[in-house]
């Protein structure tokens, strides 16, 4: 059996103008989801108002979105010029390993943003003492570590399959499941393998999130002011809203996904969690955080003057 060296991404099969105009609408996409980022994780480096954990692990969502988008953004400009384009197979894993272990992270964080909201709001007296400085770091360390080696437990033994017959991939990027259809030996053991492996990835942060979010609202509703309730809720409403978001496009991609789902469908659903959900996070917190609102407009403010 002969080896295949490369593989082929079919990405989106349409006419040359809506190709060009996906072209040029996600180029601007990715260079504001770069800015974007660079932005918050340079205001929250620079500005001692920012300074809190809150902050810290938004900068830490911000360094991970940049490396999701990264990862498939300027392949994927490529294969739209083109109309597909081939990848090489130590390339395509590279690009599954950093997709997957950045996705990873991406789970454990917002779930531990979500703890730091119940203790916030819970706990507020032993915040302080609980979400401190080398905790929060600990907690951040401990993700990424978790997010990239985890992964290694699945990617090692797709790098040995043989792949010896079709080389297409009827995607945009070199994701799991497509690639795995392409093996010329049983996978069903290495199926098993990601299926455990997946569903604590995914459940356990949901889990995370799920209760934390219960004791919160059962804490605001018991506070008597309801510009005390409004207060507290809007601390939680941005990352409730990237919960929705992110969790939403995962499950509809990976856990869920119905026969009559088709593959122009799937590769959608797969834009909104690589390419737009990195675009709109910043634009979240942002647009809805008075303290990042104050820190930008200080910026502008020394810019002008100086």
């Known amino acids: 059996m002969t080896a295949v060296p490369e593989f082929f991404l079919l ?15 996600l180029f601007v996409v990715y260079c504001g989801t770069i800015s ?18 809150m902050y810290f692990f938004i900068s830490q969502l911000s360094i991970s979105d940049i490396l999701v988008t990264t ?4 392949n994927l400009l490529h294969v739209l010029l083109n109309n597909g384009a081939a990848i090489t197979f130590n390339n395509c894993i590279t690009q599954l390993y950093f997709l ?38 600990m907690l951040v360390v401990s993700c990424w570590v978790f997010g990239f080696f985890m992964i290694l437990i699945y990617v090692v033994p797709i790098t040995k399959l043989p792949f010896c017959g079709p080389n297409i991939i ?15 030996s049983d996978t069903f053991i290495l199926h098993i393998e990601i299926n455990l492996i997946g569903f604590p990835i995914l459940f356990i942060p949901t889990i995370i999130i799920v209760l934390s979010y219960t004791y919160i609202i059962r804490t605001v509703l018991r506070i008597p002011s309801s510009t005390g309730r409004q207060k507290a809720f809007s601390t939680c409403s941005s990352h409730l809203i990237v919960v929705s978001i992110f969790y939403w496009s995962m499950f509809s991609v990976y856990l869920v996904p119905t026969k009559e789902q ?7 659903l797969s834009l909104l ?5 990195p675009f709109v996070n910043p634009i979240i917190y942002s647009l809805r955080n008075k303290d990042i609102i104050k820190t930008v407009q200080k910026s502008v403010q020394k810019c002008v003057i100086w």
Request: include cysteine; charged fraction near 10%; hydrophobic fraction near 45%.
């Open 262 to 268: 088709t593959s122009t469908i799937t590769k959608i």
């Open 11 to 25: 990405g989106f099969q349409a006419s040359h103008d809506v190709r060009f105009f996906l072209f040029y609408f």
């Open 273 to 277: 969690f690589t390419v737009f959900t």
């Open 36 to 53: 974007g980022n660079l932005l918050i994780i340079t205001l929250v480096s620079t500005s001692k108002i920012l300074h809190t954990p």
């Open 71 to 74: 990862s498939i953004v300027p």
């Open 170 to 184: 009827d995607h945009f990027f070199c994701d799991i499941v497509p690639l795995l259809d392409l093996a010329c």
């Open 100 to 137: 997957c272990a950045s996705e990873t992270f991406e789970c454990l964080l917002l779930a531990v943003m979500s703890y730091d909201r119940y203790v916030a709001i819970c706990n507020p007296l032993h915040y302080g003492s609980i979400m401190s400085l080398g905790h929060c770091v």
